[in-house]
C-alpha cells in the first residue's frame, strides 16, 4: 500500500536553498519516492503559517520503503 510523506521547510534564503529543490526530486526517485506536488505559500490567508515556506508532499510505494528514504 502507498505510503505518503509530508514534509515542510521554511525558506529563509530562497537563493541558498534553490539547488536542494533541484537535487531533491532526484534524490527521491532512486529511493522508490514520487514528488506529488511542492507548494510554496506566497500568502497566508489565515493562521500562522511562514510565508515563503515550501510543503512537499510524496508517494512511495510502501512503508518500508518510505522509512528507508
Known amino acids: 500500500m502507498a505510503v505518503y510523506v509530508m514534509g515542510t521547510v521554511e525558506v529563509i534564503d530562497p537563493e541558498r536553498f534553490a539547488p536542494y529543490m533541484e537535487k531533491t526530486p532526484e534524490i527521491i526517485a532512486r529511493h522508490g519516492g514520487e514528488v506529488i506536488d ?7 490567508l489565515e493562521g500562522a503559517w511562514p510565508a515563503g515556506a515550501v510543503t512537499a508532499i510524496v508517494r512511495f510505494p510502501d512503508d518500508a520503503t518510505a522509512r528507508a528514504f
Do not use: K, L, P, S
Open 38 to 44: 511542492i507548494v510554496e505559500a506566497y500568502e497566508v
